[in-house]
């Protein structure tokens, strides 16, 4: 339960903000904010996550040991899957659509989310799956920055493998992995669907 929802929240962040920085990155060819997405690929997950804690220790921000920081971190580190699926859906959008928009009276926001919104879904479900599906195993992050009462299942298994409870962790790892293999299939199921 705990996965699934720490999932979600990060997954609700990264829709939207892959969503602006696609959008601006292909209209506007902003490629240093393609760069800046794409930076969390190539830190550490455990060096990731002592920042985080080390960001999020002081007053003005003191989120250390909250489950908003475990969604936070999520987001910037599976950013940049998404701004690649969304980007991709944004590139095969033609500028023309919208530009019609807006010479027929609409405002450019109106003309994002009425017409560009729908155009980008089936880059945004492709995105949204391999998001959801690499933070629901995300394993170094929860280790580093995951509350007792928000412990995910991936350190749930961990901490299991310490405490040598391997028949709760081989339970575990296999919800785990038929959590993981439904939504390959879905994922699967879509991308054929679009093909016919």
Known sequence: QNSIMLATGALVLSVIIATFVSYFVVRQNSSKLDFMASIPLVVPGIAF??????????????????????????????????????????????????????????????????????LMLP????????????????????????????????????QNILRAEYYSAAAMSIVLIVIVRLLQGVANFLSRKQQL
């Open 123 to 158: 880059g945004i479900a492709a995105g949204s799956i391999l998001v959801f599906i690499t933070v629901i195993k995300e394993a170094s992050v929860s280790i580093l920055l995951a509350p007792p009462e928000w412990a995910p299942m991936s350190l749930a298994i961990f």
């Open 49 to 118: 996550g002592i920042a985080m804690i080390q960001t999020f220790n002081t007053a003005p921000l003191q989120l250390t040991g909250t489950a908003l920081l475990l969604i936070i971190a999520y987001t910037i580190r599976r950013l940049p899957y998404m701004v690649r699926s969304t980007m991709g859906a944004m590139r095969a959008i033609k500028q023309d659509i919208e530009e019609a928009a807006i010479n027929l009276g609409a405002t450019p926001f109106t003309a994002a989310i009425t017409i560009i919104g729908p």
